[in-house]
């Protein structure tokens, strides 16, 4: 059986929130992280469990402390970055 946790979720909306607001596309942030796109929409929709030294990694890439991506927000409303931005 598959477990969501509220932590899942809520470090699911803290990389949509920090990639949004860095207005990277997923392919952009799936660049950047090393990794796929496919891999970054799975994180984002809280379908991965993530390592401790991933989100490490990932909160590197936004230049932030790791802390930051769990921190309960308002769900982000819009996920999309058109895909040219850079």
Do not use: C
């Not at 809280?46 to 909160?59: F, G, L, T, V």
């Amino acid at each position: 059986a598959k477990i969501l946790t509220k932590a899942r979720q809520i470090l699911a909306n803290n990389i949509v929130y920090y990639r949004v607001k860095k207005g990277w596309s997923q392919e952009k942030f799936a660049e950047l992280l090393g990794t796929s796109s496919g891999y970054v929409s799975e994180m984002e929709n809280a379908k991965r469990n993530i390592s401790i030294d991933y989100i490490d990694h990932i909160a590197n890439i936004f230049k932030i402390e790791p802390h930051e991506l769990l921190v309960n927000r308002k769900p982000v409303e819009i996920r999309r970055i058109d895909r040219g931005k850079r």
